[in-house]
């Protein structure tokens, strides 16, 4: 059974930065791609960021990409997204997902993480 466990959600003030975990409790961390979602209320869950096992191939929203950068650290089964001069529109809960590449245009990877909320503050 696939685990994944978001962390470092929170209240942060606009225009400062955080950045979030995503651990995985599975033997392998072999997944073709790790992605980041959001979903703001009354929004649809969107993509944020991709990343793909080499971390050779990466993916951007437009909306973040000047502000993100997502990585990955295979050994330690975790991947990485962080973000830098937060606005209130970054306000949402942040999902992490594994699955194929595929995920980054379909939106929908195998395994789903609960969910991290963000908060931010003027």
């Known amino acids: 059974q696939v685990e994944l466990v978001e962390s470092g959600g929170g209240p942060v003030q606009a225009g400062g930065s955080l950045r979030l975990s995503c651990a995985s409790t599975?033997?392998?961390?072999?997944?073709?791609?790790m992605g980041w979602f959001r979903q703001a209320p009354g929004k649809e869950r969107e993509l944020v960021a991709a990343?793909?096992?080499?971390?050779?191939?990466?993916r951007y929203s437009d909306s973040v990409k000047a502000r993100v950068i997502v990585s990955r650290d295979n050994a330690k089964k975790q991947a990485y997204l962080e973000m830098s001069k937060i606005e209130p529109e970054d306000a949402a809960v942040y999902y992490c997902?594994?699955?194929?590449?595929?995920?980054?245009?379909?939106?929908?990877?195998?395994?789903w993480g609960r969910g991290t909320q963000v908060a931010v503050s003027a």
């Open positions: 990343i793909n096992w080499k971390s050779d191939l990466i």
């Open positions: 997902g594994a699955g194929t590449w595929e995920l980054r245009i379909t939106g929908t990877p195998d395994y």
């Open positions: 599975s033997p392998s961390f072999y997944f073709d791609a």
